[in-house]
T-cell receptor, first 115, second 117 residues
């Protein structure tokens, strides 16, 4: 009964490849997020979707494209992977009520290593 | 821009002792939320405790409590009776309003806590 799940847990790939990370939440939440945690453990938001609509888009290269087929899923597709993309990527979700004050629930993270 | 600072990159505490992790933040907002998240070696981010800025009473959650000083923009986490399972990175986080109605969480750089047997 995992609340927020991500696949894969580990992803090792060559520079220049295209890869996707999938995220699913079974909490019935309206809002989902992608965060990137770099090698120094600094955690920074990348994207946020509310009911499949993009609402937060931080300064992220165009090679990163989130896709939300429905409000329970938010996948992250990365084109032309670069060495600097190596990080742990976290998906999260929260129940949105407009002026949302709800806590974000995080997935287990996906460790991406670009060789 | 809002910022969150954790001035202690690493800390250690003896098992069963008490430890306090510090966090300060900078904002011009009046209504906001503060969180402490724990990230154990398994990497998962786990919510430890949450505080609403409009509440003067400090939040508590079992062995975890906060000292929220709004005027000083300080939000420290106290862990009592430390256990080995408390070993983790601890992130202080601030939730502000972004655009009109959606909130954006800003995380501090983290404090690595080691509980020593």
């Amino acid at each position: 009964d995992t609340a927020v799940s991500q696949t894969p847990k580990y992803l090792v790939t060559q520079m220049g490849n295209d890869k996707s990370i999938k995220c699913e939440q079974n909490l019935g939440h309206d809002t989902m997020y992608w965060y990137k945690q770099d090698s120094k453990k600094f955690l920074k938001i990348m994207f946020s979707y509310n009911n499949k609509e993009l609402i937060i888009n931080e300064t992220v290269p165009n090679r990163f494209s989130p896709k939300s087929p429905d409000k329970a899923h938010l996948n992250l597709h990365i084109n032309s992977l670069e060495l600097g993309d190596s990080a742990v990527y976290f998906c999260a979700s929260s129940q949105d009520r407009g002026l949302s004050t709800d806590t974000q629930y995080f997935g287990p993270g996906t460790r991406l290593t670009v060789l | 821009a809002q910022t969150v600072t954790q001035s202690q990159p690493e800390m250690s505490v003896q098992e069963a002792e008490t430890v306090t992790l510090s966090c300060t933040y900078d904002t011009s907002e009046n209504n906001y939320y503060l969180f402490w998240y724990k990230q154990p070696p398994s990497r998962q981010m786990i919510l430890v405790i949450r505080q609403e800025a409009y509440k003067q009473q400090n939040a508590t959650e079992n062995r975890f409590s906060v000292n929220f000083q709004k005027a000083a923009k300080s939000f420290s986490l106290k862990i009592s009776d430390s256990q080995l399972g408390d070993t983790a990175m601890y992130f202080c986080a601030f939730m502000k309003r972004w655009k009109t109605s959606y909130d954006k969480v800003i995380f501090g750089p983290g404090t690595s806590l080691s509980v020593i047997p």
